[in-house]
């Protein structure tokens, strides 16, 4: 039997004026996937620790319009070489005029790009619909995004900045379904910035594939910072061909019902990729870091770390999975997931895992979860730093490993001005509660 919410998603997917039949082809398709897979439920190994009951018991509506007292603003002004914003799913603002003045870079909302060979070549090859039930919900639904193309060869010096700003209306929450293709060609260098903010209860539903030609270097960022009534769930899927490299950063500090999944197919021969996340939990948040490494090509090399941070009655999980194919030799892979809890009510489930399936690789994984070091606490207090504050540098500190390597200043500093503003208001609310 079909809810009304199902109906109200899949008898009626979206479709952009003038787009091409492929891409009908496609939302057609994902309809019918949908409607096969259904919701993910708890029976699911992937969705064991996540229900998604609280967001399919909402009347979701798509509404394009802006929240009313929730203007966009960019949390780095001017900084970025192109910016375009999304407000619950539709084009807000484009600054990407400067980026396009140069011949090598292309940035525009996605549905522009639906003509070009490189949209045709690469959209919805690599995020699976088939097998995934959100991904074939975005692609069927899918109302704007971001198109990104760096030519072969071109170094984007700065960052192209992706800014999405959820809200609902006074009469109904909203659903939004942000797609983006990003292209990096042979031998180039681009630095992509997502940022997630907004107001209210709110669904997001976000897949983002990321293709790093021969030689490419790539660098990602997700932040999500949404309200705490939202409900969030993203896909980042990357693809990587020859001696390119990638890093992914997710951060999550927002968010009521966040799910982020990470999937990066390394299929050709050299490539390296690291991967890093950061969720920093209190109340009664819940956030699902759900990743899949697939090393498919020999001689490739991924590192991978997840560091929480969670307080009060929050849930946190981390799902890496490492696959290393029989024919991906040489294969050098290293998985690490730390958390840090500070009240004794939150939960963390850590599942790292590899599945390897030759012998001429080098892998390892673990797991760690632990409590602030009471002797580095008295170390601090022994040198007149006060209870609260010996505490915030603690947990920062343990943030700080992913935080510093951000090459971007203006991310970095932006990075660390959010989790100082959160940490002090968590560990006061502590301090008061006894």
Known sequence: MTSVLE?????APVHIDGEPERVRRIREQAVERFNALGWPTTR????KYTSLTSLTNIDWKIDQRQPEGNEPESPFGDEPVAELMFVNGALHANRSALANEHPGIRVMPIGEAMETESFAQHFARYAD?????????NTAMWQDGAYIEIAPGTVVEGFIHLLYVGGSNADHPIASHHRNLIVAGRGSQITVV????????????????????????????????????????GTVQIHQERS???????????????RNEINAALTGEGASLSMEGLFVLSGKQHVDNHTVIDH??????????FKGILDE??????????????????TNSRQTNKNLLLSETAIIDSKPSLEIHNDDVKCNHGSTIGQLDEEALFYLRARGIGAEEARNLLVYAFASEIVERMKVDAVRENAGRALFARMPKRLERRSESR
């Open 313 to 330: 009655n929050a849930r946190g999980i981390f799902d890496g999975r490492i696959i290393v194919e029989p024919d991906a030799v040489k």
């Open 44 to 47: 699911s190994e992937d969705w």
């Open 7 to 11: 109906e109200r998603f899949v008898a």
């Open 244 to 258: 390119s490299s990638v890093t992914s950063r997710t951060i999550a500090t927002g968010g009521g019902l966040v």
């Open 296 to 305: 498919v090509a020999p001689h490739c090399d991924s590192v991978e770390l």
């Open 194 to 233: 997502e940022s997630f903010f907004g107001k209210g209860t709110y669904f997001t539903n976000t897949v983002t594939e990321i293709v790093a030609g021969d030689g490419a270097v790539v660098d990602h960022y997700k932040f999500e910072n949404e309200s705490l009534e939202a409900f969030h769930v």
């Open 129 to 137: 619909y088939e097998k995934h039930a959100m991904t074939a919900l």
